[in-house]
């Protein structure tokens, strides 16, 4: 008489979950070190612009309020 399959398979299921990870992790097409170079400095010069306008804007909007509004 056989054992019931999830019985098993119980013991094997971590190290299959873990096998099947690695698997799909081979298939990956991973970045080269100078496309990551180049994507981080895209990312770092969007930001700081991005940075810079919501400041500019911020420094305006700002403005507005204090001289009409405050009365400053």
Do not use: H
């Amino acid at each position: 008489m056989t054992q019931p399959i999830v019985q098993q398979k119980r013991g094997f299921f971590l190290f299959r979950y873990f096998s099947e990870i690695y698997n799909e992790l081979k298939k990956v097409v991973w970045l080269t070190r100078r496309e990551v170079a180049y994507l981080t400095g895209m990312v770092l010069i969007v930001v700081i612009i991005t940075g810079i306008v919501l400041g500019a804007l911020d420094f305006g909007f700002s403005s507005l309020v204090s001289t009409f509004i405050i009365g400053g």
